[in-house]
């Protein structure tokens, strides 16, 4: 026996005696006459029938009948409130089993029409091959005879837009939806694509003709550099030279008068000259950065 069963037989236990023992304050308060020896409701009913109890015994049973159903109906108040709370579990328990039951078969339904939704694609995507295969041809007997030669714009077959019904789950329930399709998605796609290499392709040949004109300026520059330094280590090395001649008239100068003596070279040219050929130096080693620039 289970535990809500156990309950239900002793609440009926409790109100059979309530019952009883209502009856039998019923006849005392009619005052039946009822016999004292009685001991159980029911022999205190027969008694009370039977017209065999004194007055005064009478009402003191009474008040005594009036304590135990008190008492009965305290005990069963509690079991009734356990026995409707275990009944509603037991209610949601088996709701609980046969949503999921329900849901198992939604599920296999479910499965079913997607199942069908994707053979369904499938054969549109058959009905697409076939207009792909005889649209031209259907397009080219089109021609107007009375108009001239010109394919008609008409086509075999029209797609529109397509939505296959579809059944996802969300969370614990499900969801009937229509799942949208582009038959003609991979086209598109690839004209997508090329487009975009082509645009890619233009940027990538501007970017490419830019770094062309930069070098060709970097070049140009470079080479006005280069042209500049060369220069400049011209300009210097004429200028060594002419100190250099000044330092050999000054120094046969020198050696004609008074046979040379007391004569004394200015110090300065030298400086100049070392100074100069360290600045020749230094634009020789820029010279030959720019040419391993290149």
Same mark, same amino acid.
């Given at each position: 026996?289970?535990?809500?069963?156990?309950?239900?037989?002793?609440?009926?236990?409790?109100?059979?005696?309530?019952?009883?023992?209502?009856?039998?304050?019923?006849?005392?308060?009619?005052? /039946?006459?009822?016999?004292?020896?009685?001991?159980?409701?029911?022999?205190?009913?027969?008694?009370?029938?039977?017209?065999? $109890?004194?007055?005064?015994?009478?009402?003191?049973?009474?008040?005594?009948?009036?304590?135990?159903?008190?008492? /009965?109906?305290?005990?069963?108040?509690?079991?009734?409130?356990?026995?409707?709370?275990?009944?509603?579990?037991?209610?949601?328990?088996?709701?609980?089993?046969?949503?999921?039951?329900?849901?198992?078969?939604?599920?296999?339904?479910?499965?079913?029409?997607?199942?069908?939704?994707?053979?369904?694609?499938?054969?549109?995507?058959? /009905?697409?091959?076939?207009?792909?295969?005889?649209?031209?041809?259907?397009?080219?007997?089109?021609?107007?005879?009375?108009?001239?030669?010109?394919?008609?714009?008409?086509?075999?077959?029209?797609?529109?837009?397509?939505?296959?019904?579809?059944?996802?789950?969300?969370?614990?329930?499900?969801?009937?939806?229509?799942?949208?399709?582009?038959?003609?998605?991979?086209?598109?796609?690839?004209?997508?694509?090329?487009?975009? $290499?082509?645009?890619?392709?233009?940027?990538?040949?501007?970017?490419?003709? $830019?770094?062309?004109?930069?070098?060709?300026?970097?070049?140009?520059?470079?080479?006005?550099?280069?042209?500049?330094?060369?220069?400049?280590?011209?300009?210097?090395?004429?200028?060594?030279?002419?100190?250099?001649?000044?330092?050999?008239?000054?120094?046969?100068?020198?050696?004609?008068?008074?046979?040379?003596?007391?004569?004394?070279?200015?110090?300065?040219?030298?400086?100049?000259?070392?100074?100069?050929?360290?600045?020749?130096?230094?634009?020789?080693?820029?010279?030959?950065?720019?040419?391993?620039?290149?």
């Amino acid at each position: 026996m289970t535990q809500i069963q156990q309950i239900e037989s002793e609440i009926q236990a409790l109100k059979a005696e309530i019952t009883k023992l209502k009856e039998l304050e019923a006849n005392l308060t009619q005052n /039946l006459p009822a016999v004292v020896s009685a001991n159980s409701a029911d022999e205190l009913l027969a008694a009370a029938k039977d017209g065999r $109890m004194a007055t005064a015994e009478r009402q003191g049973k009474l008040a005594d009948i009036k304590m135990a159903i008190a008492t /009965l109906e305290q005990q069963l108040a509690p079991k009734i409130e356990v026995f409707q709370n275990l009944r509603m579990e037991q209610n949601l328990q088996a709701k609980r089993e046969r949503v999921q039951t329900g849901r198992v078969k939604i599920q296999a339904v479910a499965q079913k029409v997607n199942d069908l939704s994707v053979q369904l694609e499938s054969a549109f995507q058959e /009905l697409k091959q076939l207009h792909k295969e005889f649209n031209s041809d259907y397009r080219s007997s089109q021609q107007n005879p009375g108009i001239g030669a010109g394919w008609s714009h008409q086509d075999l077959i029209k797609f529109g837009k397509l939505a296959l019904p579809s059944v996802a789950n969300q969370g614990d329930s499900f969801v009937v939806e229509s799942r949208f399709i582009d038959l003609f998605k991979p086209e598109k796609d690839a004209v997508f694509l090329e487009r975009a $290499m082509i645009s890619v392709n233009k940027h990538r040949s501007r970017e490419q003709e $830019m770094l062309k004109l930069q070098q060709q300026e970097a070049d140009a520059k470079r080479r006005f550099e280069m042209e500049q330094l060369k220069q400049e280590i011209s300009a210097k090395n004429i200028h060594i030279r002419t100190i250099e001649r000044q330092k050999e008239e000054a120094i046969s100068s020198g050696a004609k008068l008074e046979g040379g003596a007391g004569f004394q070279l200015d110090p300065g040219l030298d400086r100049r000259i070392g100074f100069l050929k360290g600045e020749i130096h230094d634009l020789e080693m820029k010279l030959y950065q720019l040419e391993e620039s290149k």
